[in-house]
């Protein structure tokens, strides 16, 4: 991770939080102080970049960048403000600050100029190499540990300086983007931009304008020219997350970027030519998707040139004891705490659990451990969850007395009993999205929501953080 590069966030509670959230996941070290931070502190921090949300009160704008205009040395400063400031910006230049972004600002467009902001700036040098993991610029350590995995690794190489297309495959939480951004960094392309897009999380018209932007006047509310994703990644990689997800409309788009590297913003009438490479990732059976006309047979080819298939963490099991090192340090370092390493009980049932959420539920896992400081609910729910499902008894039926129930009586109870653990393994397998569980199990999204109630099945494994 980007372990060199130290932002200080002034902000106020709570986009403070979200804010650091954000940069963490993406490889930043964050510390967080409100915008009433006085500069003898900052000088004392020492960070590579101050990055200030601006409050929308105009009237504190001056007040604040007096407090930080006489900061020692160089250090760099963007600036997040609302839409409607511009007459400020044009006073900020006796601050000698010209860096700033417009909000709400999204975290792939914020860490791109991040970046692009220490590039410039003399006095960080390699800090500005995003990313950075020791003296490796990927993530190899973390893919080596098992045979199957150095296999991958050997794929990577021979892929990772072509321009070629790669898809992705596997289950949810196997760690896909981790080898998208592996083959990036490997990749002639490392100084450019890497765009990120779970398209999953848009609906169709919104992941049309997202991927590829649109005109002035397209529809109501376009004030102006919005460049889109592949735009932003000219001479970049994209990583299409979720691939399977896109609408069919938007799969004959997708194909004419994939076979011309050309497009049309929505509203617009010329083309727009990029140069970036795609790498495409989904949990989903393509060819299943093409056989039931959910999915482009010509975009499936175009896509799947070099197809890399991730197995699930229960075939490498061989990793768990690295993963559970680097996550225990990456998390005491994140939440200030210094958990030493697990209990021989806990490390052998993280070593016999199955993980149907794979690298992700470790992961989740070890957090949880961390941030409670106990392992005590982890052994409970792990002690719970790997007892075998007992024999099947009239008594556990509920049933009245052994004298007045039927055969029809046993075989309604037997059903309802094997649903909800049909339910259960389901909702696990897609990590408790709903959407997909309703989709595997050929129900109506209303009809899942019907038996989780009627169960009264819910997710006990999320950890709520203390605010």
Known sequence: MSKNIRLLLCAEEPGVSLLASQLEERGFSCLKHSTRVPPDHLDRLNPSLLLVDLPDEEILHSEILQRIRDIKGNMPILLLVQPNSAK???????????????????????????????????????????????????????????????????????????????????????????????????????????????????????????????????????????????????????????????????????????????????????????????????????????????????????????????????????????????????FNRQYGKAYPALSERTFQLFMDHDWPGNVRELENTTKRIVVLGSEEDILKSFTIGSQKEPPLKTEALSLPSPFSYSLKDVGKEAARNAEKELLKNILNQTHWNRKKAAKLLNISYKALLYKLKKYDLSRIDELTLPK
Do not use: W
Request: glycine residues 6%; charged residues 30%; aromatic residues 10%.
């Open 88 to 330: 400020f910006i044009e006073k900020t230049k006796e601050y000698e600050i010209k860096d700033f972004l417009y909000k709400p600002v999204d975290p792939t467009t914020l860490e791109r100029k991040i970046l692009e902001i220490l590039n410039q700036s003399r006095s960080v040098g390699e800090a500005a190499r995003p990313f950075r993991d020791g003296e490796s610029n990927d993530y190899s350590s973390l893919l080596c540990h098992s045979r199957k995995m150095k296999n991958i690794l050997a794929i990577i190489d021979q892929v990772a300086e072509t321009n070629i297309t790669v898809l992705i495959r596997g289950e949810s939480g196997t760690g896909k983007e981790l080898i998208a951004r592996t083959i990036f960094f490997r990749s002639l392309r490392r100084d450019k931009p890497f765009v990120k897009v779970l398209c999953a999380a848009l609906p169709e018209g919104l992941l049309e304008s997202e991927l590829f932007g649109y005109e002035k006047g397209a529809f109501t509310g376009a004030q102006k020219r919005k460049p889109g994703k592949f735009e932003f990644a000219d001479c970049g990689t994209i990583f299409l997350d979720e691939i399977g997800e896109i609408h069919p409309s938007l799969q004959a788009k997708l194909l004419q970027v994939l076979q011309d590297g050309e497009f049309s913003r929505i509203g617009g009438e010329n083309d727009v030519k990029v140069d970036t490479r795609i790498i495409a990732a989904t949990n989903r059976n393509l060819e299943r998707a093409v056989m039931d006309g959910h999915f482009r047979e010509d975009l499936f080819y175009r896509l799947n040139v070099v197809s890399i298939y991730l197995p699930p963490l229960r075939d490498r099991k061989e990793e768990i004891p690295f993963l559970i090192d680097y996550f225990l340090k990456k």
